[in-house]
């Protein structure tokens, strides 16, 4: 591996740590695009998903107390089907359309919620079965299953906690199927579990920061840099979207 491989493969996975540990969520967000800039998708793609199923098996398990599990159990049941349906669309709806009504629909909740804070009503069950389906659908045509289980979560008047592990528990669940179904197509190769072993230091290193900085945080403080990362994440889609469409 060349000297610039190294430190991208170590700031990528600081940082990827970095975020999953503050949040709860976001590290493939950060780290895709430096690790394809080095490595190509080919090998980012599966190496994201094994940092992102590692850091949520510690989060989950610090936190597994604080679950909400009838909320989990529920945006997972809604999932499946989504599932279903995103496998019957694969190739039939533009990607970039999708991208685009997802990163706007998040910008919108994002800065709505920023502007008026949370509803006097949190959205309820109707809302979390939604969010699950559509994310379930997403996850199958576009790869991109996080955004809705986020943004339903970030609107419940939940304390950090309850928040980190119970989307730590649903990414953990949904990123085992992911790295399984990856692994019987071949794609975790020897080269990307040796990019993966190489990654693990800094990749816990991160974690443990993210960590020690949300604890120095009030829940309010908390929220609003959530929703900030919800808005950073629909900014992110709106840019994936246009960079596709100007490809063609």
Not at 168 to 181: D, K, N, P, R
Request: net charge positive.
């Amino acid at each position: 591996m060349t000297a610039a491989g190294v430190l991208t493969l170590g700031l990528a996975s600081g940082l990827a740590g970095f975020t999953q540990g503050f949040g709860g969520f976001g590290s493939t967000l950060v780290a895709l695009p430096l690790l394809g800039m080095v490595f190509g998708m080919r090998a980012a793609v599966p190496l994201g998903c094994l940092m992102a199923l590692t850091l949520n098996v510690f989060l989950a398990t610090r936190h597994r107390s604080h679950v909400r599990r009838p909320a989990l159990l529920l945006l997972l049941a809604a999932a499946l089907p989504g599932m279903a349906l995103g496998a019957a669309l694969i190739g039939h709806l533009p990607e970039a359309l999708l991208k685009s009504l997802l990163g706007a629909a998040l910008l919108l909740l994002a800065g709505q919620s920023l502007r008026t804070g949370l509803p006097a009503t949190p959205a309820g069950t109707g809302w979390a079965a939604a969010a699950g389906f559509v994310s379930g659908c997403l996850g199958m045509c576009i790869g991109v299953n996080g955004p809705p289980v986020i943004a339903w979560t970030a609107r419940q008047p939940w304390p950090r906690e309850a928040l980190k592990a119970t989307l730590t528990t649903y990414f953990l669940l949904a990123g085992i199927g992911i790295v399984g179904t990856q692994a019987l197509s071949g794609l975790v190769t020897r080269p990307v579990l040796g990019l993966y072993a190489a990654a693990l230091a800094p990749l816990l290193g991160g974690l443990w920061a993210g960590e020690f900085c949300c604890g120095k945080l009030d829940d309010q403080t908390f929220r609003r840099i959530v929703l900030l990362l919800v808005g950073a994440m629909g900014a992110l889609l709106l840019c994936q979207a246009g960079a596709g469409l100007l490809a063609r």
